[in-house]
T-cell receptor, first 116, second 111 residues
Framework: DVKVTQSSRYLVKRTGEKVFLECVQD?????MFWYRQDPGLGLRLIYF???????EKGDIPEGYSVSREKKERFSLILESASTNQTSMYLC???????????????FGNGTRLTVT | QKEVEQNSGPLSVPEGAIASLNCTYS??????FFWYRQYSGKSPELIMF????GDKEDGRFTAQLNKASQYVSLLIRDSQPSDSATYLC???????????FGKGTTLSVSS
């Protein structure tokens, strides 16, 4: 079974802190993704990466950055946490997505971040 | 901004009935479509995917795709209380790089 592990289930941080959310996958997936999920807004893509040291902005990258130094690890960084970044953060991974075919995302358990 | 639209619900059906969940998408170039189920407090898990027009069946689940109408649906036959969850429709963007999710439809199956 694919395992996507997020380092923390719950985090509480103060406004202005630098926050690191870590994600590790064990299936040698090329693609990794960070989403946030908010009530009424659904899942929104923050950043994704399709190779080591590669990154692409998703729909809502403002206030975030990412790091992918190793294939299995994808980190989301909140440079200066703000209260509007309080959310559920979900990491996912997959093999290369071939248009016209499946290549499902496998999600981690999520990190619920509260910024006070 | 490419969009994926779902009725938020809640959709309520009695046990044993057919639940029909619908999704429309705006990107005509989309080629792959996914249905995920998410239980409260849990992560999304894949139910099935479809990329050809028509129906695809997997057990009690049937996905239906109509690219001309930009419409994809999920039918759940013989609905069970354990099917009560939020169902997320996801569409692969035209660049083929990431999934765009709808906001989800909450299904409630009463026994």
């Amino acid at each position: 079974d694919v395992k996507v592990t997020q380092s923390s289930r719950y985090l509480v941080k103060r406004t202005g802190e630098k926050v690191f959310l870590e994600c590790v996958q064990d299936m040698d997936h090329e693609n990794m993704f960070w989403y946030r999920q908010d009530p009424g807004l659904g899942l929104r893509l923050i950043y994704f990466s399709y190779d080591v040291k590669m990154k692409e902005k998703g729909d809502i990258p403002e206030g975030y950055s990412v790091s992918r130094e190793k294939k299995e690890r994808f980190s989301l960084i909140l440079e200066s946490a703000s209260t509007n970044q309080t959310s559920m953060y979900l990491c996912a991974s997959s093999f290369p997505i071939v248009p016209g075919q499946g290549s499902p995302l496998h999600f981690g358990n999520g990190t619920r971040l509260t910024v006070t | 901004q490419k969009e994926v639209e779902q009725n938020s619900g809640p959709l309520s059906v009695p046990e044993g009935a057919i639940a029909s969940l619908n999704c429309t998408y705006s990107d005509r170039g989309s080629q792959s479509f996914f249905w995920y189920r998410q239980y409260s407090g849990k992560s999304p898990e894949l139910i099935m995917f479809i990329y050809s027009n028509g129906d695809k069946e997997d057990g009690r689940f049937t996905a239906q795709l109509n690219k001309a109408s930009q419409y994809v649906s999920l039918l759940i036959r013989d609905s069970q209380p354990s099917d009560s969850a939020t169902y997320l429709c996801a569409v692969l963007n035209q660049a083929g790089t990431a999934l765009i999710f709808g906001k989800g439809t909450t299904l409630s199956v009463s026994s």
